[in-house]
């Protein structure tokens, strides 16, 4: 076999492998690049609990520190959670924290959403994503699971469960966050 035949089965397979390689990561991305700390936040689309409101994503909040909470109504954990972040909604928000919890309810469950708001008296931001697009595009384990997200877009912590997020560790974490500057 000459050498000329040799480059070619080797360019052959090259082109191959590379092809593969393409074909796997358009298949399997989530699975093969995972969401990591200091990757940019994905971005999704979910709908205001407000009627007629228009839906949002991630580009709604860029250069604000996010606390990006996925939750749903039927969860035990996210109900213990809850009153921990209204109380870091009344410490931090006015500092700047915007906090987005967004529930993964089916669609029909907008009167059982807006109960638990009042219920739980929360007043941060509740957005609905009915599909639960936002599971997959932020690769969840289950609910509840929160997101914090600098003011440069990147995710800076996941937190897989609930959490205390009123804790000083919490408090102090995000108080370094929203005292960088916002990115230009």
């Not at 000459?2 to 358009?26: E, N």
């Not at 580009?59 to 996010?66: I, L, N």
């Not at 606390?67 to 410490?91: D, Y």
Request: aromatic share 8%; net charge negative; glycine share 8%.
């Amino acid at each position: 076999m000459s050498s000329k035949v040799q480059w070619v089965i080797i360019a052959a397979l090259v082109s191959l492998l590379g092809l593969g390689v393409w074909s796997a990561r358009a298949q399997l991305g989530a699975e093969l690049f995972p969401l990591r700390i200091g990757s940019d936040a994905p971005d999704f689309t979910a709908l205001p609990m407000a009627p007629g409101a228009a839906p949002k994503g991630i580009d709604d909040y860029r250069g604000q520190v996010v606390l990006l909470n996925i939750w749903a109504t039927w969860c035990g954990p996210c109900r213990v959670e809850m009153p921990s972040m209204e109380r870091l909604e009344q410490q931090l928000g006015p500092k700047g924290l915007r906090i987005v919890a967004v529930s993964v309810d089916v669609s029909g469950m907008e009167p059982r959403i807006n109960e638990f708001v009042e219920e739980m008296q929360l007043s941060f931001e509740i957005l609905h994503d009915a599909p639960g697009s936002i599971q997959r595009i932020y690769q969840t384990t289950g609910v509840p699971e929160t997101f914090i997200i600098g003011r440069d877009g990147k995710v800076r912590r996941r937190v897989i469960g609930a959490d205390d997020w009123a804790s000083p560790a919490n408090v102090a974490f995000l108080e370094r966050l929203l005292a960088e500057p916002a990115p230009r």
